[in-house]
Each structure stands twice: as structure tokens, then as C-alpha cells.
Nanobody, 114 residues
Framework: QVQLVESGGGLVQAGGSLRLSCAAS????????MGWHRQAPGKQRELVAL??????NYADSVKGRFTISRDNAKNTVYLQMNSLRPEDTAVYYC?????????WGQGTQVTVSS
């Protein structure tokens, strides 16, 4: 059974940085596609970034500001978020694709003040 535990969210001023972490358990981590989604109040959930054996992908809104990476030895994926904007305020969810099924973490709140 896949378990994902996020951490690293919080309150930051516009222009600041945060790093989110997601610890995965229950799967062969290095071969699984992982990523981050986010959902802002009143908005649909959107894909922020993915990392797989093929590389990385980002939403246009975060390209050049966010970086996704992974540490296979720690079974952890990270999202480094720089130059944060108020519109980045959302609950951020870690996701993992295993055997065609997406698993989700519980989410971590990121709030960017102007």
C-alpha cells in the first residue's frame, strides 16, 4: 500500500521560497512517476510538476520558478519553490503513479502573502 506524507508548507512573503518534501513508502520508488498538484480555494486542482524516468514537466505558471527533484535513497520527492507569488497560494498534494493508479498525499498548505 502506497503512503505519501508531505511536509514543508507554510506562510511566506511574495518573492520568498519554500521547499516541499514528500516521503513515499510501500512501493519501488525509483521507477515511479511522482509529482505535485495544487488546489487553490474555489479553483480546480492543477498539475504543478512531474518527475519520471523520462525527465521533468512543469505547468507554464511555475516554469523557471519551481524545481522538482527526487532522492531515491530517501524515497523522497521535493518541490523547490522560488519567487513565490500570492497566486501560488494553495494546498499542495504529492502524487505517485504505481501500476496505473495515482495515489495522493494528505496535502500541505502554502500561503503567499503580498
Amino acid at each position: 500500500q502506497v503512503q505519501l506524507v508531505e511536509s514543508g508548507g507554510g506562510l511566506v512573503q511574495a518573492g520568498g521560497s519554500l521547499r516541499l518534501s514528500c516521503a513515499a513508502s510501500g512501493i519501488i520508488f525509483s521507477r515511479n512517476t511522482m509529482g505535485w498538484h495544487r488546489q487553490a480555494p474555489g479553483k480546480q486542482r492543477e498539475l504543478v510538476a512531474l518527475i519520471s524516468t523520462s525527465g521533468t514537466n512543469y505547468a507554464d505558471s511555475v516554469k523557471g520558478r519551481f524545481t522538482i527533484s527526487r532522492d531515491n535513497a530517501k524515497n523522497t520527492v521535493y518541490l523547490q519553490m522560488n519567487s513565490l507569488r500570492p497566486e501560488d497560494t494553495a494546498v499542495y498534494y504529492c502524487v505517485l503513479l504505481n501500476r496505473g493508479v495515482w495515489s495522493w498525499g494528505q496535502g500541505t498548505q502554502v500561503t503567499v502573502s503580498s
